[in-house]
């Protein structure tokens, strides 16, 4: 419960997640999400879960609300862009959301000295994702049962409310999507929703790791590559901006990069005259910003 105030009360990138950009970019009205409402969803969902399989509630909806606080602005389009300005600055060096996530509860938040959490709740941030990998193939690196609650929940989330998004925006028709899946999952976002859930809490009952069925897996599967297929990537609108975020974002890295005396705060610990620590406090610093 601690951990999971402290991320409420106490960190500032949690209220930026207000202005960065879930999937559609500037849009023109309030009803798509955006990382906040995303990280809500996710902690709402995970926390059904847990509480329907006895699990730590409060720990699951620490990792949940905490688990993409070092995300970029702009989405994917921008951690794409800052992983690759880093690479050219300091071969060997990554940026990924998961791992920075990690970083601003470790060292960046509460004026540098971290947030204290858990190492239970700092496992299950950096361990939250799979990126466009299939479930049933990857292996997490999550620790606890709710570290694995919080992975299942946050692609349950995002696939859900992104076909809603995308129908929105007019990109997709609900019969556009996989039949299979769509005649699976439920044909409206609530029905999905409790489809994926309820076969979550059914197959992990008394288990001893989180699962899905197979077919539930398939399913969930057919329609993420169909989204990023249609809305993530290709020609969608979604995707439109994709060129100019990226130029953006590298310009901002390259211009504090060459002017790390313009950097607000960089941590303490960093050595600006190195460049592999001017590099991270650049990373540190687009990374916090929102989309405006």
């Excluded at 809500?40 to 909806?61: H, K, P, S, W, Y």
């Excluded at 995300?71 to 060997?92: D, F, I, K, N, S």
Aim: net charge negative.
């Amino acid at each position: 419960m601690q951990d999971r105030d402290r991320v409420l009360h106490k960190a500032k990138a949690f209220r930026r997640l207000a202005h960065k950009t879930q999937v559609f970019v500037s849009p023109v009205t309030d009803h798509y999400r955006t990382r906040l409402s995303h990280t809500l969803e996710v902690a709402q969902i995970a926390r059904t879960i847990a509480r329907a399989l006895g699990l730590n509630e409060d720990l699951t909806e620490a990792i949940g609300l905490a688990h993409d606080l070092g995300h970029t602005p702009y989405g994917h389009a921008g951690e794409e862009a800052l992983e690759e300005a880093l690479q050219r600055a300091v071969p060997g060096l990554h940026f990924h959301h998961a791992a920075h996530s990690l970083r601003v509860v470790d060292r960046l938040e509460n004026d540098g000295e971290g947030l204290n959490l858990t190492w239970e709740v700092r496992n299950g941030i950096v361990s939250h994702t799979k990126g466009r990998g299939d479930l049933a193939t990857l292996e997490s690196g999550a620790a606890t049962l709710e570290a694995e609650v919080v992975m299942y929940a946050d692609r349950i989330a995002y696939l859900n409310h992104d076909i809603d998004d995308a129908r929105r925006a007019g990109l997709l028709r609900l019969d556009d999507l996989p039949p299979t899946a769509l005649h699976r999952l439920g044909a409206t976002h609530g029905e999905r929703i409790d489809t994926l859930v309820t076969d979550v809490i059914t197959q992990s009952w008394e288990q001893a790791q989180i699962r899905m069925s197979d077919s539930a897996v398939a399913a969930m599967d057919e329609v993420k590559e169909f989204l990023f297929d249609h809305v993530y990537l290709g020609d969608s609108a979604a995707n439109a901006e994709r060129g100019r975020i990226k130029q953006l974002v590298t310009a901002l890295f390259d211009h504090y990069l060459a002017n790390p005396d313009q950097l607000p705060r960089p941590h303490p610990s960093l050595d600006l005259a190195q460049v592999d620590d001017r590099a991270r406090a650049v990373c540190d610093y687009v990374a916090g910003m929102t989309d405006r």
